[in-house]
């Protein structure tokens, strides 16, 4: 799956994008954690208030399958 990562998440990430591999079961909280463990902090202000783009889609949901494209979107105006 293709992550890619926009302003503080891309600056938390250290990279714009990467390849991941999970599971076909995978979800946001499976991508959540994960990004969370690998980056930490920085990250994890980011994934607090941001949101995930799930092919298009926008979602907060934890329990949300991911897609073959995810964008990791910081919060944006405050909130």
Do not use: I, K, W
């Amino acid at each position: 799956m293709l992550v890619r990562y926009f302003a503080a998440a891309a600056e938390a990430a250290g990279v714009p994008e990467e390849r991941l591999e999970l599971a076909p079961d995978a979800t946001v909280a499976t991508l959540r954690e994960l990004l969370s463990s690998r980056y930490g902090t920085a990250m994890d202000r980011v994934l607090r208030n941001g949101s995930f783009l799930v092919d298009q889609v926008v979602s907060r949901d934890p329990a949300r399958p991911l897609g073959s494209q995810v964008d990791v979107l910081p919060p944006f105006s405050g909130g």
